[in-house]
T-cell receptor, first 117, second 111 residues
Framework: GAVVSQHPSWVICKSGTSVKIECRSL??????MFWYRQFPKQSLMLMAT?????????EQGVEKDKFLINHASLTLSTLTVTSAHPEDSSFYIC?????????????FGPGTRLTVT | TQLLEQSPQFLSIQEGENLTVYCNSS?????LQWYRQEPGEGPVLLVT?????EVKKLKRLTFQFGDARKDSSLHITAAQPGDTGLYLC???????????FGDGTTLTVKP
C-alpha cells in the first residue's frame, strides 16, 4: 500500500508560538491530502482538505487563519498551527486517498502529537 | 450529511472470545472501509468492501457489507491481545471526494 510520513512525530511548544507539521506521500503523488485531529479514544475529526496548487477547504468550525495549510507540491502538505494555545494540544494525522472505480481508501501518516504548554 | 454510527463504542473482552462490531448508516456508500488504529499511530486499512452482501475474511476477521450498502459488520473470532485497538469504519464517497468516519470502537482484549 501507499506510504505517508509525518514530521515531527511529537512536538512540545510554548503558548503563543507556531508549529509546522509536514505530511509527505513517499511513493505516490497526492493532489489531495486530508488533515484530521483526534482526541484520546475518539474518532478522527476532519479539519480540512488540502489541494495541491489551490486553497485548502476547511470544515465548518475550523479556523482557517489559525490552521494554515499549504500543499505546494504533489508529495507535500503542511499544517501550521499559529499562535498555539494549550487547547490546541492534540494528535494530528494526515492522510492521502487512493481512489478506485468504486472505492475511496485512505492511507494515513503516523500522526503528530502536539503539546502546547 | 452522511453519518456512520458504530456500536459498541467500547468493548472489553477476554482472550479467546468472539465479538462483532457494527457500522450503520442511513446513506448508501459506494464502498466501505475498516481501519485499525493502535495508540500513538495512524489508522491502518484492513479491508474495503464494495458489493452489497459481500463478505471478506482476513485471518480471524470477517467483514460483511449489507445488501443495501448502508451497513457493515466486523466479526473477530478468538480475539487475541494483539487485536486491541480502535476500529474505525469509513464510507468512501468518490463524489464528495472524502471519507466519512464512524465514531470508532475501542476494543481491549485481556490476556
Amino acid at each position: 500500500g501507499a506510504v505517508v510520513s509525518q514530521h515531527p512525530s511529537w512536538v512540545i511548544c510554548k503558548s503563543g508560538t507556531s508549529v509546522k507539521i509536514e505530511c509527505r506521500s513517499l511513493d505516490f503523488q497526492a493532489t489531495t491530502m486530508f488533515w484530521y485531529r483526534q482526541f484520546p479514544k475518539q474518532s478522527l475529526m476532519l479539519m480540512a482538505t488540502s489541494n495541491e496548487g489551490s486553497k485548502a477547504t476547511y470544515e465548518q468550525g475550523v479556523e482557517k487563519d489559525k490552521f494554515l495549510i499549504n500543499h505546494a507540491s504533489l508529495t507535500l502538505s503542511t499544517l501550521t498551527v499559529t499562535s498555539a494555545h494549550p487547547e490546541d494540544s492534540s494528535f494530528y494525522i494526515c492522510s492521502a486517498p487512493e481512489i478506485g472505480t468504486f472505492s475511496y481508501e485512505q492511507y494515513f501518516g503516523p500522526g503528530t502529537r502536539l503539546t502546547v504548554t | 450529511t452522511q453519518l456512520l454510527e458504530q456500536s459498541p463504542q467500547f468493548l472489553s473482552i477476554q482472550e479467546g472470545e468472539n465479538l462483532t462490531v457494527y457500522c450503520n448508516s442511513s446513506s448508501v456508500f459506494s464502498s466501505l472501509q475498516w481501519y485499525r488504529q493502535e495508540p500513538g499511530e495512524g489508522p491502518v486499512l484492513l479491508v474495503t468492501v464494495v458489493t452489497g452482501g459481500e463478505v471478506k475474511k482476513l485471518k480471524r476477521l470477517t467483514f460483511q457489507f449489507g445488501d443495501a450498502r448502508k451497513d457493515s459488520s466486523l466479526h473477530i473470532t478468538a480475539a487475541q491481545p494483539g487485536d486491541t485497538g480502535l476500529y474505525l469504519c469509513a464510507g468512501g464517497d468518490t463524489n464528495a471526494g472524502k471519507s466519512t468516519f464512524g465514531d470508532g470502537t475501542t476494543l481491549t482484549v485481556k490476556p
